[in-house]
């Protein structure tokens, strides 16, 4: 067989293979969303300034603006301009539940990728990477985790926070008593009022939290971070196409540089309700990965 005639071969081969590729049936939640024509968002009351909600009126933030390119994408591949987008309330505790049983369709929020909960949903690419510290009043002395030995701390329920907050507690014997809460914004109230002296979370959310209060500097987050955690978008397990098309989604914005635009409007000026800046610099961690899209947890 000369040369010429197996360069022809081959070219009509690749030719076959991409038809037959692009001929594959959608599978998983793409299929759904394209026999419903709808997708559902999972989004959060209070988790400021990732996803929360504006007066009663609509969703905002910075993993809102995120999971609303992915829905973009969506609409193009699936050829669905008029394609309707759902948005349903969630705490931290029914998240995966709702998830899992096809409530939901996704959810940009505020969580965290870690090994365990791999074993229940599948997760994008990373959008954020935090510590976990702790929100105090100035005038309280509080510096350090030792600080918090025999006093009231609140965290959120259902969170990895919770998680190393019971543990830290039984490991080292220091006597707290945990109050746990529905969301973010109601654990800023306990703390707020006095019934508790600091709230443990990650830190970009207690500065959000920090954000809202009637006097942002009276409050300070402290204490030597207790984990490195990675959020990224939440997924059902075992849809790989949804997956690909989020995660080139999210690469996409890290590459051409839009994600630090996001990042400038959400972390570093004013947003709403109150109008004030966070002011929440862009760590080496965030630097790093806007260079690496992955999805890797930190745990």
């Not at 507690?169 to 945990?178: A, H, L, P, Y």
Request: hydrophobic share 40%; proline share 3%; net charge positive.
């Amino acid at each position: 067989m000369s040369f010429a005639k197996l360069a022809s071969l081959m070219v009509a081969a690749g030719i076959l293979s991409g038809a037959a590729q692009a001929a594959e049936p959608l599978t998983g939640t793409l299929q759904k969303i394209k026999d419903t024509g709808v997708i559902t968002l999972g989004v959060r009351d209070s988790s400021i300034p990732f996803n929360y909600n504006l007066g009663g009126v609509r969703q905002v933030g910075y993993s809102y603006d995120i999971n609303t390119k992915i829905v973009e994408a969506i609409k193009e591949q699936l050829k669905l301009p008029t394609l309707q987008v759902k948005e349903i309330p969630i705490t931290a505790q029914n998240r995966i539940t709702l998830l899992q049983n096809g409530t939901i369709d996704i959810e940009c929020g505020s969580t965290t990728n870690n090994l365990d909960r791999q074993k229940q949903v599948s997760f994008t690419n990373t959008i954020f990477i935090i510590g976990t510290r702790m929100l105090v009043n100035k005038s309280s002395g509080i510096k350090d985790w030792a600080d918090l030995k025999g006093k009231n701390v609140v965290t959120t329920a259902g969170t990895t926070s919770e998680r190393l907050l019971r543990k830290m507690n039984d490991e080292q014997q220091m006597g707290m008593n945990i109050i746990s809460t529905k969301d973010h914004g109601q654990s800023f109230l306990t703390l707020e009022s006095g019934r508790a002296v600091a709230f443990m979370m990650d830190d970009a959310l207690l500065f959000g939290e920090r954000a809202k209060a009637r006097n942002m500097n009276d409050w300070i987050v402290v204490g030597k971070p207790q984990s490195r955690e990675a959020y990224g978008c939440m997924l059902r397990k075992d849809d790989a196409p949804f997956k690909k098309l989020s995660d080139n989604v999210i690469a996409g914005l890290m590459k051409d540089g839009e994600i630090k635009t996001m990042y400038t409007k959400w972390f570093q000026a004013a947003v709403p309700p109150k109008g004030l800046n966070l002011d929440f610099p862009l760590s080496e961690d965030m630097k790093a990965l806007f260079k690496t899209p992955n999805d890797k947890a930190l745990d």
